[in-house]
Every structure is written in structure tokens, then in C-alpha cells.
């Protein structure tokens, strides 16, 4: 069994971390009764024995005795750290996991990338190390993080670089939450631009998450409870309540529930790696099958039911009506319709009680209606895990290399120039050491050329299909 290391950066990076160490626990939990150690829980957790401390070997067979999360938690502000410690997931982790400062970054990406960055590198490298070194077999790093701001955004892609560097060799899948349009970091804009060309350079696999999607998920699932439709109602154990038992509803804590979401997504991704099911999928085939080309390595995600993600109690929707979802605009994580567009490969990952029969049979139905790229017109990648979500029959994750990224890419280049063409704010960046006015114009250019891909794929969509000429080999 392989083993994974999340690195959450920033507010946002550990507030979504938080949500998926607590949904992981439970979800294992719920499957391992007897609360033996096994392959599973190995791929994200250590087990230890407590009374020799944190340093203590690790007990591969028996009894859990104190679970560790593979994690490291950097954060320019102590604040969101500080309350996972004090929170029901302290025991989950340890001060050596940690990296924290008191003064932020100021919505600055240069602060993160180049100042921290920097007074840091060794600390992070350490630590990745150590990480690195309870592996028995490390297949990925996870990083989580979030573009609008300047730690996530700065010392985010700081990282990513890093990882390169040192462990050239495991892939790097980046959940990147980006920026609404009406977001309140005015400089949100650079800094989503800025990261975005490491993210290009430096990244494997980038599953990118906007907020407002997030937000009009949040606001469904809410009508859903509300209208009282299905007989819906809020589970008393809901995920979306703290480990605690004291019911947090949706209006409280919005955040919860948005970044629920995102550590849903992440439990489905990684559901192959840690149960067993009839056709594993391996992390590193969905690189490796859905990025034909280098740059072109963003997914874009789908959820379905969606109401598993706030645990409301729904009766489960008919399997094929949750295929259709997932090809549904109003199940992207996204702003996005990939019906529309092209698509350059898809992967379903598929948990619960379903045959391959059910798989293929809906891959049939839905093929028709898709457009697929001349050359990949067979580009579907399959998993089945035989685990669901705690409490429900089934879910599936989607995850389409499809070129309805581009909009949202687009509308990022043109809020970067409305504040670029004024140089409204530069000077907060040109004053950072190592920070020049040529690293805005290679942002804007890397993103420019990532766009103009985009387009050419685009330009192919409804053409004939060619079948590329055989080989001929002389006898």
C-alpha cells in the first residue's frame, strides 16, 4: 500500500485540511471496527505508541494506539492553526508538523514566495523530510491551498517548487480554491496570476476549485433542507456538525460547509488508494491518463449526490441520474459547462455498490452527447471502490481535462490587467527583494499562452475525426 503527505498552506489551505482529517477519521472509522492499524489508514495516518512520544517507532499490526496525520501545516498567522490545536483534531498532529509566523503576508504573494519563502526554505525541507522518511512507499504530495491570498498563494507555489526540487520523483497534485470575482483582497488578481505560473511549471495535477461554486452548492443543499422537498432533513450526525456533537448549521459557519466540499472531493480522490474495490485506480494513473499534455494538467471536478456533502438525509438518487449529474453544469466545482466543450480525457472514480456493467453501460449512454478530442475519442479511465461515503449507497467523483477551464482562466487575465494597465498596487510587490516588474509581465505571459492552448483545442471542436496514419514498418 502507498502512502500520501499533505502540505496545507494558509488560511484557507488548513481550514480545508482541518475538514478532511476530520471526514478521513470518520470515514475509516466507520469501516474499521475493531480499530486495528491497517493498509488503509497507513496511507494517510502513522500509528504510534504514545508513551515513548512522537518519536516513537511506528506499529504496523495491532491495536491503533495514537493515529498521526502525514501532514505539514505552514501558516504565516498562528491563528487557524492555533485552533486546530486547540480543536478535536489536536491529537492528530504534533508541534513538529508545524510551521507557523504572527504577521501574515499581507495579501501579498512576493511576502510569501520571496520573503517567507526564503526565511523558511530549510524548516520546510526538514520537515517534508521527516515526513518523507515514515513512507514505506510515498506515491504523492497533496498540497491545498488557495490563490486569492498571499501565503497560500506565494508560499503555496514556494512550496510546490520545493517538492520539485527535492522529490522530483512523486507527483504533485495541487487543490487550488480560487477567487470570486467579488472577492475582498483587492489584490487577489496578482496573486492568482503570479501562482498560476508556478502552478503551469511545477504542478502534475491541478484541481482547481472556485469559490463561487462552492457558494451556490452551499446555498442548494440549504434550499434543499429548507423546502422541506424528499423529506429532507439534517442528519444528527451530520458532517457538516463538529466532532463535538454540537450542531453547527450552514448559516454559522458558511466556510464549513463550502470547504466540506472540497474535503469530499479529496476523500473520493484518494478512496482507490486506501480501500480495496474492483478496479483500483491508482493516483498516478490519473496523471498519467488524463494529462496528455504537460501544461495542460487542470481537472476539473464534479461531486455527486451532491447532497451527501452536507449529510442531509435524501433517499439516494437512481445511479444513472447520478451519472448524468456529474456531466451536469450545476455539479462542477467550477464555473463551467464541459458539455460544451472539448474534452481531452475523463476519469470516473466510482464508490459503493456498483458493477463495471453500471460503468460502461453509462459511459455508453452519455458518450453521445460529449465531445471528445479526434485523437482520444476512447479517453475514459475508470475506478471502482467498493467503500462508500459514510451513510450513503454511492458517489462519484468526475474529473474531465476539458477546455472549459479557459473562461475562468480568461476572466482572471482581465481582472490582472483592469489593476495592471493602472499599476494600481505594484509598488506593495517592486519593494519585496527579488521582486522585479519582468515577474508580472512572465505571469501574464505564461497564462496568456496556457489560454491561447486552450483555443487551439478548442478550434478542433466538431472537425472530422482523423485517424492518425499507421506506421509503416519496412521488412
Given at each position: 500500500m502507498t502512502q500520501s503527505v499533505v502540505v496545507q498552506v494558509g488560511q484557507c489551505g488548513n481550514q480545508v485540511g482541518c475538514r478532511f482529517w476530520d471526514l478521513a477519521l470518520r470515514e475509516h472509522a466507520a469501516v474499521n471496527k475493531k480499530g486495528i492499524y491497517d493498509e488503509a489508514l497507513s496511507s494517510f495516518?502513522?500509528?504510534?505508541?504514545?508513551?515513548?512520544?512522537?518519536?516513537?517507532?511506528?506499529?504496523?499490526?495491532?491495536?491503533?494506539?495514537?493515529?498521526?496525520?502525514?501532514?505539514?501545516?505552514?501558516?504565516?498567522?498562528?491563528?487557524?492553526?492555533?485552533?486546530?490545536?486547540?480543536?478535536?483534531?489536536?491529537?492528530?498532529?504534533?508541534?513538529?508538523?508545524?510551521?507557523?509566523?504572527?504577521?501574515?503576508?499581507?495579501n501579498n504573494w512576493a511576502v510569501g514566495h520571496k520573503?517567507?519563502?526564503?526565511?523558511?526554505?530549510?524548516?520546510?525541507?526538514?520537515?517534508?523530510?521527516?515526513?518523507?522518511?515514515?513512507c514505506d512507499c510515498l506515491q504523492c504530495f497533496f498540497i491545498i491551498h488557495s490563490m486569492g491570498g498571499g501565503t497560500g498563494s506565494g508560499l503555496g507555489t514556494f512550496v510546490l517548487n520545493l517538492l520539485e526540487e527535492e522529490f522530483p520523483e512523486v507527483y504533485r497534485f495541487v487543490t487550488s480554491v480560487y477567487p470570486s470575482g467579488e472577492d475582498d483582497v483587492i489584490t487577489s488578481p496578482y496573486n492568482s496570476v503570479l501562482a498560476m505560473k508556478e502552478l503551469n511549471e511545477h504542478a502534475d495535477c491541478v484541481l482547481p476549485i472556485e469559490n463561487e461554486s462552492l457558494f451556490e452548492i452551499v446555498n442548494k443543499i440549504h434550499q434543499m433542507i429548507n423546502s422541506g422537498k424528499l423529506g429532507s432533513t439534517v442528519k444528527q450526525n451530520s458532517l457538516v456538525t463538529s466532532s463535538a456533537g454540537s450542531a453547527k448549521t450552514l448559516q454559522e459557519k458558511p466556510f464549513d460547509a463550502m470547504n466540506n466540499i472540497v474535503a469530499n472531493l479529496l476523500l473520493n480522490l484518494t478512496s482507490s488508494a486506501r480501500f480495496e474495490g474492483s478496479l483500483n485506480m491508482d493516483l498516478n494513473e490519473i496523471s498519467m491518463n488524463l494529462v496528455p499534455f504537460p501544461r495542460l494538467h487542470y481537472?476539473?471536478?464534479?461531486?455527486?449526490?451532491?447532497?451527501?456533502?452536507?449529510?442531509?438525509?435524501?433517499?439516494?438518487?437512481?445511479?444513472?441520474?447520478?451519472?448524468?449529474?456529474?456531466?451536469?453544469?450545476?455539479?462542477?466545482?467550477?464555473?463551467?459547462?464541459?458539455?460544451?466543450?472539448?474534452?481531452?480525457?475523463?476519469?470516473l472514480l466510482v464508490r459503493g455498490n456498483v458493477q463495471v456493467s453500471d460503468l460502461r453501460?453509462?459511459?455508453?449512454?452519455?458518450?453521445?452527447?460529449?465531445?471528445?478530442?479526434?485523437?482520444?475519442q476512447e479517453g475514459w479511465?475508470?475506478?471502482?471502490?467498493?467503500?462508500?461515503?459514510?451513510?450513503?449507497?454511492?458517489?462519484?467523483?468526475?474529473?474531465?481535462?476539458?477546455?472549459?477551464?479557459?473562461?475562468?482562466?480568461?476572466?482572471?487575465?482581465?481582472?490582472?490587467?483592469?489593476?495592471?494597465?493602472?499599476?494600481?498596487?505594484?509598488?506593495?510587490?517592486?519593494?519585496?527583494?527579488?521582486?522585479?516588474?519582468?515577474?508580472?509581465?512572465?505571469?501574464?505571459?505564461?497564462?496568456?499562452?496556457?489560454?491561447?492552448?486552450?483555443?487551439?483545442?478548442?478550434?478542433?471542436?466538431?472537425?472530422?475525426?482523423?485517424?492518425?496514419?499507421?506506421?509503416?514498418?519496412?521488412?
Open positions: 495516518f502513522r500509528n504510534i505508541d504514545a508513551r515513548s512520544g512522537d518519536n516513537g517507532p511506528d506499529i504496523y499490526k495491532g491495536k491503533i494506539c495514537s493515529l498521526k496525520a502525514r501532514a505539514l501545516l505552514i501558516d504565516m498567522e498562528e491563528g487557524v492553526v492555533n485552533e486546530i490545536l486547540q480543536g478535536p483534531l489536536r491529537d492528530v498532529f504534533d508541534s513538529k508538523q508545524l510551521i507557523t509566523d504572527v504577521s501574515g503576508s499581507g520573503i517567507y519563502g526564503c526565511q523558511y526554505r530549510e524548516n520546510i525541507v526538514e520537515k517534508l523530510r521527516k515526513a518523507t522518511e515514515h481537472l476539473v471536478s464534479s461531486l455527486t449526490p451532491l447532497y451527501t456533502l452536507a449529510d442531509v438525509n435524501v433517499p439516494s438518487r437512481r445511479l444513472d441520474q447520478m451519472f448524468s449529474d456529474a456531466f451536469s453544469r450545476d455539479h462542477q466545482l467550477i464555473q463551467a459547462d464541459p458539455k460544451h466543450s472539448l474534452y481531452l480525457a475523463c476519469a453501460r453509462n459511459i455508453e449512454r452519455l458518450k453521445p452527447s460529449l465531445h471528445f478530442v479526434s485523437w482520444n479511465k475508470t475506478g471502482l471502490c467498493s467503500v462508500p461515503p459514510v451513510g450513503h449507497s454511492h458517489s462519484l467523483l468526475a474529473l474531465a481535462n476539458n477546455t472549459c477551464v479557459k473562461p475562468t482562466f480568461i476572466e482572471l487575465k482581465d481582472r490582472f490587467m483592469k489593476l495592471y494597465k493602472k499599476k494600481a498596487h505594484l509598488h506593495h510587490y517592486l519593494q519585496i527583494d527579488g521582486m522585479e516588474q519582468s515577474c508580472f509581465s512572465e505571469a501574464i505571459s505564461s497564462l496568456s499562452d496556457l489560454i491561447e492552448e486552450y483555443s487551439e483545442l478548442d478550434a478542433t471542436k466538431g472537425g472530422p475525426r482523423i485517424d492518425a496514419s499507421r506506421l509503416k514498418i519496412a521488412v
